[in-house]
């Protein structure tokens, strides 16, 4: 007896299942956005009917639809915004404004994004003096390329009220001169209070533009589109409070939601116990397989680059300084045990190894509390791991949700802020991928976009060769890639596990939904220099079609 005729029959193709029990096929079929079916070719034709859409992937590599572990589309790229990526020099910085500023002349304020803390000369941080000179009276807002931190100009610390005696901001802490107590212009915890909800607000009622409910979507919109183009099918948004989630229920209503998200929510310092029963509410209200809200995104760090994460030791040159954790241990534990005891899933910052021991501390005090459960607790970022650590992941069932082009030479490496900061003696520390993989931890891969590009394809490269983008160059910690196999399952069965959804994503299985990407090159099997550039052909999420490169697909 004939099965009953498919929606979609996808034939021809080389298929990566990521399922162990069904490792390769050449065809699939859906019907009600589910995978019915996985075989040989000759066999597909059993599956089809008169109305079944036929995908004919001529021999390409079929994979699941990544999953972008922690992807910042809400925050994504502004084009309002003068785009500093890749200028390594505060004259390049200069030049960039302003020739912005000069195409703007109306602009009422001079926005930008995504400068490199390494352009600034001396290896210090940034001042409003190094704006002033190219933005005149108007208020300059610059963010840097990981939105830790912010940068703004002397008429921007005017039009924003920060002086000598206002400098614990709702947005961020501003860094003062020691001489003199001025504000200097640099801003540091912006990621943690200014990307918070009441950070928001306040920049709204400022009146930066950047902040506006409308620039915010203009970059969601954005973001979504990329992520599906990109074969992304499922987007974990890391960094959310309850006024964002507007913003995605706009992109689902105007058809602009097409991948899958999961959206956290920030648990700033102050979170109270009716902060919690909202979010256990939100959690409630959306819990579909389109858009899911739950897991609670908490910093116990910041970022090694300002020398702000939190280190064992001192940071190279820096005498006693190793950084200081948003919590002392103790504290942190005892709020990772409540918020464990109420079911949360945590998403837990952390980039230093003292700051990661920490967290490792307080999942085993949790568990001591309130017993063992399957909570996947994530420590997000793993930058700098002690040895002594590596372990721990699996014992404890912390998973690793890494973004291997942060560890690229050209961005970490010798000569760069985050390798210098921690001295060489440290490097081995350095994104142990391999290491995690081989102590058996759970590896869910990402972007951290916009920190870093979207396209999967980057992180894949740079997972398997720890070399430049580009090309060239000597590979950085070379004992810590990991194969294209394992680097392809941290981006779809890896994050799928580690963030529930294993049961119906990350791998290509019969009764799972069928999202897949039909890809340009077999990087499986093809140089790994070849990898970048690849791009998806087809994009199929829930059985249809969200992208073709080609109309006929």
């Not at 080389?14 to 390769?24: A, F, G, Y």
């Not at 990621?191 to 902040?211: C, F, M, N, Q, T």
């Not at 020398?307 to 005892?334: I, K, M, V």
């Amino acid at each position: 007896m004939s099965p009953t005729p498919a929606d979609l029959v996808l034939r021809g193709a080389r298929v990566h299942t990521v399922d162990p029990r069904l490792p390769h096929a050449e065809a699939l079929a859906v019907r009600d956005g589910r995978i019915v079916w996985l075989g040989a070719d000759a066999d597909a034709d059993a599956w089809t009917g008169p109305g079944t859409r036929v995908i004919d992937a001529a021999g390409r590599l079929v994979l699941p639809g990544f999953i972008d572990a922690h992807n910042h589309v809400r925050l994504g790229s502004d084009d309002a915004c003068v785009q500093l990526a890749g200028v390594s020099t505060l004259d390049g910085i200069h030049a960039r404004i302003r020739a912005w500023a000069e195409a703007h002349p109306d602009a009422e304020w001079i926005e930008a994004e995504a400068f490199d803390y390494s352009a600034i000369p001396g290896g210090r941080m940034p001042h409003a003096r190094d704006l002033d000179p190219v933005t005149g009276d108007r208020p300059a807002f610059v963010l840097s390329y990981d939105v830790h931190t912010a940068w703004l100009n002397t008429a921007a610390l005017r039009r924003l009220g920060i002086d000598s005696r206002r400098t614990d901001l709702p947005f961020g802490d501003a860094e003062t001169d020691p001489l003199t107590g001025e504000p200097t212009g640099f801003i540091r915890n912006f990621a943690i209070k200014g990307l918070s909800r009441d950070g928001h607000r306040a920049l709204r009622e400022l009146g930066v533009p950047w902040a506006s409910p409308d620039r915010q979507y203009g970059r969601l919109a954005k973001s979504l589109d990329d992520a599906v183009r990109f074969g992304i099918t499922t987007v974990v948004e890391p960094q959310n409070s309850l006024d964002d989630l507007a913003l995605f229920e706009r992109a689902r209503a105007e058809g602009r939601l097409r991948s899958r998200l999961v959206a956290a929510l920030f648990h700033p310092r102050g979170t109270g116990d009716a902060d919690l029963d909202a979010f256990a509410e939100a959690a409630r209200r959306y819990d579909d397989d389109r858009l899911r809200v739950g897991p609670l995104k908490l910093y116990i760090d910041d970022v090694v680059e300002p020398r702000t994460a939190a280190l064992l030791e001192p940071y190279a040159g820096c005498g006693q300084h190793r950084g200081d954790t948003f919590y002392p241990p103790e504290e942190f534990a005892e709020l990772l045990a409540r918020l464990d005891a109420r079911g949360f899933q945590c998403f837990v910052h952390a980039t230093g190894d003292r700051g990661i021991r920490t967290v490792l501390d307080a999942v085993a005090h949790a568990r001591a509390v309130n017993g063992p459960r399957d909570a996947r607790h994530q420590v997000v970022h793993v930058e700098c791991l002690d040895p002594a650590d590596v372990p721990r992941f699996a014992e404890l069932g912390v998973v690793a949700c890494m973004q291997p082009r942060h560890c690229a030479p050209e961005i970490a490496g010798p000569g760069q802020d985050w390798a210098e900061n921690v001295g060489a003696g440290r490097w081995h520390k350095a994104w142990p991928m391999r290491s995690l993989r081989d102590a058996g931890a759970v590896l869910a891969f990402s972007s951290d976009w916009n920190v870093a590009e979207m396209d999967p394809m980057v992180g894949l490269y740079t997972a398997v060769t720890r070399r430049p983008l580009g090309g060239g160059g000597d590979p950085w910690m070379p004992h810590e890639t990991v194969d294209v196999e394992t680097a392809v399952h941290g981006y779809t069965m890896g994050s799928a596990y580690a963030n529930f959804l294993e049961d119906d994503l990350g791998s290509l299985t019969v009764g799972k939904l069928a999202d897949f990407v039909v890809l340009s090159r077999d990087i499986l099997r093809c140089a790994p220099a070849d990898i970048p550039g690849t791009v998806a052909e087809t994009v199929v999420v829930g059985g249809e079609v969200v992208h073709a490169r080609h109309a006929a697909a």
